[in-house]
């Protein structure tokens, strides 16, 4: 059974944001007005995180991506009390939208602040209305939603797999955000593959991961020289 | 049987008062106490209709009044039933004009705490999946099953003892004599049924000293099994089941005091029966204090930098206010207060008490918030300021406290009539002999 996991190459990242935007229009993320989004109630399933590190004049800033980690061990899947946010055999966090009863216990138990929240009915803009993903379904108010690596593409790769009788190649299933990438900094696979890519990379002498010391297990693994 | 009986209230007169003589006072505080239900609930409209966006939570800050009521609320429960029953199994005499009115307290604040996390839903309509879809690997589910539980022991614990009570209103006639009747279920006072009472009650009693317990620390397993610091702690269950009590007894002395004015029992609630939970409350400070002292020296003294953060956060940042105002509210100021003679007055008592009542929601809004408006990811700190909304339902469930307690005051008595009279004619005996069986040579 394969493990997918994502590897982010911070010493390529430009920190330039396609990413996020590529995700907000494959997975139909509700666009809130700037007024909410000061509020704190912007929606990313991908995130930018900007750190400033040292005193002026000696800045530096360290912009990197944050998506879902899809914990191996989720601190959201535990408290859920309704099974709404579960976690599959390949390791994907998953959401159900229709369970969801709107709690955010999960929200406020994810240590990496990745689960996002309809504070209202989403409204889209007329221009918006006609580019939906029709893989990807609506949520509505009231609900948690999340990163969820583009599990929508994976089944359609998935199907082309089965119809010619082989296994899903290497670098054959990837999110929006690893495709869109202009610096080619984001890398998906099967981290149990040991000829993945992914593997490979996550093998490096660069690779951390956040918050190691809870043992949650993220499987998205950063790569810098800096840490 | 009724001529006879009616002739017997005589000395308790005072307790069947309030329940057959209405002033102009009572409706003027009933029709308030509604429109504020209504505007609230209105307010509770508007929030369904469009979301929880009416909200001032946000990200990360996902929970705010909602569930720090919550807590406020289900420990203010625990003045209650937890109290009368450790009166009762102690055979503390003086309980016997207070446990009714604990009882009272919890049963209607357990109600409106347990309905808070149905407000703090983004879909209450799909609250039923807790049923349908519910996994018991959730803090939340435990939450749940241990409220319900123990409401119904709660309420089971305030109905049986009040059955003796409700047969007296039944055989005086007059008022809703029909009601009495249903509820009196057939009570004559025999010698079996006194028995049965008995018995019932002392079981009751034992099992709902272990249920309280155990919802409130399952209130705060809410917290603490998660990894967020600040609330992954395991001095928690503890230290909310104390700080509930502590809030409940303050809650209690609170309608005492109202109650007693308004109805005139100081015949009933004496100055002894002040002093006496006053020191409870007393204790129940100092043991507070010992609990956030040794939940915060611990954070303090290995430093872990996420922990400090939040700890700093309370303790100098924006909600130093409300930490130093905790402080004083449930310690410096009861200890003052309570431990002084002088200040020990019923003035002083009720002072103490409001400033504990404060004081304890303070602390169930600084174990929420800071946490949650310090993410440990390297984000921006949340800001989160309560709407209308949030305020509406605030000063509603309050409201609705009040209405439930007035309410219950005109349809049964406040102090349980037949403890009081069972008190007079076979308590004092008691209460002698037991004094003489722990004395050697009498």
Redesign the interface.
């Known amino acids: 059974m394969p493990k997918w996991a994502m590897v982010i190459d911070l010493d390529k990242c430009t920190g330039c944001g396609d990413c996020m935007a590529s995700c907000k229009i494959e997975n139909n993320i509700a666009i809130v007005s700037p007024e909410e989004a000061n509020e704190g109630r912007v929606m990313f399933w991908m995130d930018m995180i900007t750190v400033y590190e040292g005193d002026y004049p000696n800045i530096r800033i360290k912009r990197y991506p944050k998506p879902c980690f899809h914990c191996d061990n989720p601190p959201c899947v535990k408290v859920c009390p309704v099974h709404a946010t579960y976690k599959n055999k390949e390791g994907l966090v998953g959401q159900i939208y229709d369970r969801c009863i709107g709690c955010r216990y999960c929200m406020a138990g994810c240590p990496f602040t990745s689960k996002v929240f309809n504070w209202y009915e989403p409204v889209w803009p007329e221009e918006f209305k006609n580019c939906f993903n029709p893989d990807v379904s609506l949520r509505n108010v009231g609900v948690i939603e999340k990163c969820s690596f583009c599990a929508h593409r994976l089944i359609r790769v998935r199907e082309n797999a089965d119809v010619e009788d082989r296994e899903i190649r290497d670098g054959e299933y990837f999110p929006a955000c690893a495709e869109s990438c202009p610096a080619n900094a984001i890398f998906f696979g099967d981290i149990e593959n040991k000829e993945s890519k992914v593997y490979k990379l996550s093998q490096s002498s660069r690779a951390y991961r956040e918050k190691e010391n809870l043992g949650v297990e993220p499987k998205v693994i950063y790569l810098s020289e800096r840490k | 049987m009724s001529k006879d009986t009616k002739q017997n209230f005589g000395p308790d007169e005072a307790l069947y008062r309030p329940i057959y003589e209405t002033g102009k006072g009572f409706y003027i505080t009933v029709s308030i106490l509604l429109a504020i239900y209504f505007w609230s609930l209105y307010m509770y409209f508007t929030q369904v209709r469009?979301?929880?966006?009416v909200t001032g939570?946000?990200?990360?800050?996902?929970?705010g009044f909602y569930i720090v009521n919550f807590v406020f609320f289900i420990g203010i429960s625990h003045a209650g039933t937890l109290i009368s029953a450790i009166l009762r199994l102690s055979k503390a005499e003086w309980r016997r004009p207070i446990t009714r009115m604990a009882e009272v307290i919890t049963a209607i604040v357990l109600a409106i705490g347990g309905l808070h996390?149905i407000l703090?839903?983004?879909?209450?309509d799909?609250?039923l999946?807790?049923v349908t879809?519910?996994?018991l690997?959730?803090?939340?589910?435990w939450d749940?099953t241990s409220i319900t539980a123990y409401f119904t022991a709660s309420t089971v614990y305030l109905y049986l003892p009040m059955i003796p009570d409700i047969a007296k209103l039944r055989d005086r006639g007059g008022k809703l004599t029909w009601f009495y009747t249903f509820l009196a279920w057939g009570w004559h006072g025999t010698e079996k049924q006194k028995k049965v009472l008995n018995k019932v009650i002392n079981i009751l009693m034992i099992m709902v000293i272990p249920i309280a317990i155990s919802v409130h620390t399952v209130i705060s397993y809410?917290f603490s099994?998660?990894?967020?610091p600040g609330w992954h702690s395991t001095i928690f269950g503890p230290y909310f089941v104390a700080g509930a009590i502590f809030s409940g007894i303050a809650a209690l002395l609170i309608v005492m005091i109202a109650f007693r004015r308004a109805y005139h029992l100081e015949n009933y609630l004496k100055e002894i029966h002040f002093k006496y939970l006053s020191t409870l409350l007393l204790i129940m400070s100092f043991l507070w204090f010992y609990f956030t002292f040794s939940e915060y020296l611990t954070g303090i003294f290995a430093s872990e930098p996420h922990e400090m953060r939040i700890i700093l956060y309370k303790f100098t940042g924006p909600f130093a206010i409300f930490f130093w105002g905790m402080v004083a509210c449930n310690f410096i100021i009861p200890v003052i207060l309570l431990g002084i003679s002088r200040f020990r007055t019923i003035k002083g008592i009720l002072f103490a008490s409001i400033s504990v009542v404060v004081g304890m929601w303070l602390e169930r809004l600084i174990i929420v918030v800071p946490t949650?408006a310090n993410?440990?990811?390297?984000?921006p700190v949340?800001?989160y300021i309560p709407s209308l909304v949030e305020w509406a339902l605030f000063i509603g469930g309050i409201a609705v406290f009040i209405l439930g307690f007035v309410l219950f005051s005109k349809f049964f008595p406040l102090i349980s009539i037949w403890e009081i009279e069972e008190g007079r004619k076979e308590g004092i005996k008691e209460v002698e002999e037991r004094i003489h069986s722990y004395l050697p040579n009498t």
Not at chain 2, 50 to 53: K, R
């Open positions: 469009s979301g929880l966006g939570m946000n990200q990360p800050v996902t929970w996390p703090d839903l983004g879909r209450p799909r609250m999946n807790l879809a519910g996994r690997q959730s803090p939340l589910l749940v809410i099994m998660t990894l967020q949650l993410p440990t990811m390297p984000l949340g800001i």
